[in-house]
């Protein structure tokens, strides 16, 4: 598939998983003694709306592409991000596309069983778990001993600070493990 058709169609889906992720933050009750602008609500709902803004850019990018007539013109244009990458690193080979790639699906994977069991095992371990996740992810190199304490300890330090934030500073109430 060309890069022209593949950003018109992960344009729209981006747009539509922004739209349904919306959607799903209707169901978040207000609690009564926070003011309803500044609700539980209030971040899901700014993130849903950061997500169709990337889908829209990145559809209006893919229309524009296949406006052009010449098909030299839209093959040798590069996104921001490949020509950074391709600038400090040359030039990649399918194996690091598709091992970029991967890394894409993982870290989405990651994000949604976060979501999942965040009512479940409560917000700071499922933070604590989700932060680790994704140092080890991200990182460049395969992460060594010392490496996977220092990701422990700052995603520990993290999760709790991100709680007491919450909790204690703006008054939310966030999930609780079930067994608490």
Known sequence: MKRKV??????????????????QTLGIRKIPFIDP?????LFPRIIA????????????????VMRKDTASVAASKKTLMEAADEAENGPATEAQKRK???KVALV???????AFFMDKIGFAAASFVYL???MVLM???????????????????LAAAIFALFRYGFGLILPKARWF
């Not at 989405?108 to 976060?114: H, P, R």
């Open 6 to 23: 593949k950003d018109i169609v992960v344009g729209s889906v981006v747009i539509a998983f922004g739209v349904f992720y919306f959607t």
């Open 139 to 157: 990182s460049q190199e395969r992460p060594t001993k010392k490496r996977m304490v220092f990701y422990v300890i700052l995603s520990a330090v």
């Open 100 to 102: 970029g790639n991967i």
């Open 37 to 41: 602008i500044v609700g539980s609500a």
């Open 49 to 64: 709306g950061i997500i169709v803004l990337c889908g829209i850019a990145i559809l209006v990018n893919g229309i524009k």
């Open 132 to 134: 680790v996740s994704q």
């Open 108 to 114: 989405l994977v990651s994000f949604a069983l976060y």
